[in-house]
């Protein structure tokens, strides 16, 4: 973007920066700042969360709609895995705010859910080992 269009964009945020004000709530705060799709990503993790099914985040615009749906519904936070560290600086400040540490960090920014793909062998992994049968239950001796 040249010096017009930055000086554009950064007008954009500063107005919209003007118009949110304190106890806003998540909604209120994603009608002024947000758009149709933040509000759509909120709705799917909300839905996941209701099921009771393991989250698994990509990047930043990912991650800003998970946060709409964690400020909504805390408990969505013991959801949320962290797929991957995007290379959009905003992401780091996203996963921190949820207190999580990205599986994998490989500087990407593909989009298209890339980097929640490649952390799904970890996860599958994970669960794996966490099922994974005792030495009596195997009938593995230890002698």
Known sequence: VGEEGLRRKRQAVARALARLHPG???LELAAEVGGLELVAIAGIYLEGYEAGLPLVLDGFPVTAGALLAWKMAPGLRD?????????EPGHRHQLE???????????????EGTGAVLAMPLLRAAAR??????FQEAGVSRG
């Open 79 to 87: 959801h949320l895995f962290a797929g991957h560290l995007s290379r």
């Open 97 to 111: 705010a949820l207190g999580l540490r990205p599986l994998l960090d490989l500087d990407l920014a593909l989009g």
């Open 129 to 134: 080992i966490l099922h994974m049968a005792t």
């Open 24 to 26: 806003m709530g998540p």
